[in-house]
């Protein structure tokens, strides 16, 4: 692969990036899965994970860290490092290919990590501390008190009916 092309960014953003401090910095981006699955000419009729997969090289090797599918930090980071980071995800193969399909692309920085109630909303945290409906068995924490649905329970709506599903024994209330 030929050695990637050299981004020159605007004085504008250049002043706008030299003013902010070294910190937490993310890049989130959003992929038309469409654009990406579609047969020609309406898309690249490829798989979604090889492009996910090539994203997600790019950052990692810059050390960034991922919190979730599309939405990755990295600590005690300059900002016109992250900038460039960004854009170099263009960089991705073939050439123009996610230039043709990203719905959004963006950088941000977290100032403090205090709004994070990932932990506290999740089963077991303090706003979670009980079950509210059956639950896949395999999905309760020994720190939630739980036993095993009734015979006649109801399957949740929106869960697709399986032989697993249909098993009392494999949900909690």
Not at 11 to 35: K, V
Not at 50 to 66: I, P
């Amino acid at each position: 692969m030929a050695n990637p092309p050299i981004v020159a960014i605007t004085l504008r953003t250049f002043l706008l990036l030299a003013g902010m401090p070294q910190g937490i910095y993310g890049i989130s981006y959003d992929i038309s899965t469409p654009q990406t699955e579609r047969d020609l000419p309406h898309g690249w009729n490829a798989r979604r994970a090889q492009t996910y997969r090539q994203l997600a090289c790019r950052l990692e090797c810059r050390q960034f860290t991922r919190l979730q599918r599309s939405d990755w930090v990295r600590e005690n980071m300059d900002v016109i490092t992250t900038y460039y980071t960004m854009l170099m995800l263009g960089d991705i193969t073939p050439p123009g290919k996610l230039s043709s399909m990203v719905k959004g692309l963006k950088m941000h920085m977290i100032h403090h990590w205090l709004l994070d109630v990932t932990q506290d909303i999740q089963l077991g945290g303090q706003y979670a501390t009980m079950l509210v409906g059956p639950t896949p068995s395999g999905l309760v924490p020994a720190n939630v008190p739980s036993i095993e649905a009734p015979e006649d329970f109801v399957v949740p709506a929106y869960t697709r009916h399986s032989d697993a599903a249909l098993d009392a024994a494999n949900w909690r209330v």
